[in-house]
DNA sequence: TATTGTTATACTCTATAACTATA
DNA sequence: TATAGTTATAGAGTATAACAATA
């Protein structure tokens, strides 16, 4: 990775993280992009799909595979938002808020050796500039509306 | 990605700029996996096909579906490494080396609005930064026996 | 016995198009 | 006509195990 582009190192650096990420939460039985999926959840609290994918990058498409795993499974919960009936309102449930802590403190165990190589200074640094290329590159907020219920 | 930790931030990154390289690169005939080996190449010079696996974190079973691709294309050249005849000896050829400067200025177009949210100098500090923990996670450099011919 | 590389396979992720239903 | 979401499908990427050849 000697002279690279910053996407060549980004795409190495991230592949790594997702194998991290996998290996971490293997245990607890989800893939990647359900970890994704419950922590963005948990960020915004309750959110259409739409919304969701476009905060995670992910296609709209693959998300509605990815949110009616987790339905069965009891993580999250959805239903119809009564302002647009098109429109579904997902959330968090007791379960997948219970289980995300545990996806939390697993992949925070893993990323120790990640961290070793800058000091902790360095570590905020880096932090926030890579939260500056995410907000300002193509992960839109959106706002979420309420319904459910 | 409000409240995320490290390898989340990198994971969301890494699949943007993935996704990001390809689409820069489909015109070239080439996938992602292809263009990373090609730029591992130029930049070690001659190298093993294990070396080059540590380098860039692909599973060797996978670089050898993908450098086989390259050979079809003849873009990289394999063949035996004399001194140990367990080894391939591989390196990229000159058209190898034509494609990759195509797909580097395709690349470096395509990533300018990902820069736009930092100044030049923030830039280099992320490059920098990444750039440690890239070399000090997993990224073994490997070095490159001579041979072939 | 350990290492280099290959093949096969299963699973996950990505991307596109065609579709339903609501607006 | 446009938007939210679904389904199906094909292609790309990831991971594992079993194997051959060489050291």
Redesign the interface.
């Known amino acids: 990775?000697?002279?690279?582009?910053?996407?060549?190192?980004?795409?190495?650096?991230?592949?790594?993280?997702?194998?991290?990420?996998r290996r971490a939460i293997r245990p607890l039985g989800i893939t990647?992009h359900q970890y994704?999926v419950l922590?963005?959840l948990a960020?915004?609290g309750l959110t259409s799909q739409t919304a969701l994918a476009s905060?995670?990058?992910l296609d709209p498409s693959n998300l509605a595979t990815t949110i009616s795993e987790l339905v069965d499974r009891d993580l999250v919960d959805r239903c119809r938002d009564d302002a647009d009936r098109r429109r579904y309102a997902v959330t968090l449930t007791a379960a997948g808020t219970k289980l995300l802590r545990k996806a939390?403190t697993a992949?925070?165990a893993?990323?120790s050796?990640?961290?070793?190589?800058?000091d902790p200074g360095?570590?905020a640094?880096?932090?926030t500039?890579?939260?500056?290329?995410?907000?300002?590159?193509?992960?839109c907020p959106a706002a979420g509306d309420d319904a459910c219920d």
Chains 1, 2 share one sequence.
Request: glycine share 6%.
């Open positions: 990775m000697a002279s690279a582009e910053l996407s060549s190192i980004l795409a190495a650096l991230g592949r790594d993280a997702t194998a991290r990420v990647a994704l922590t963005q960020d915004l905060a995670l990058g939390h992949i925070a893993s990323e050796d990640l961290l070793t190589a800058l360095q570590q640094q880096l932090h500039l890579l939260r500056r290329i995410a907000d300002g590159a193509e992960l």
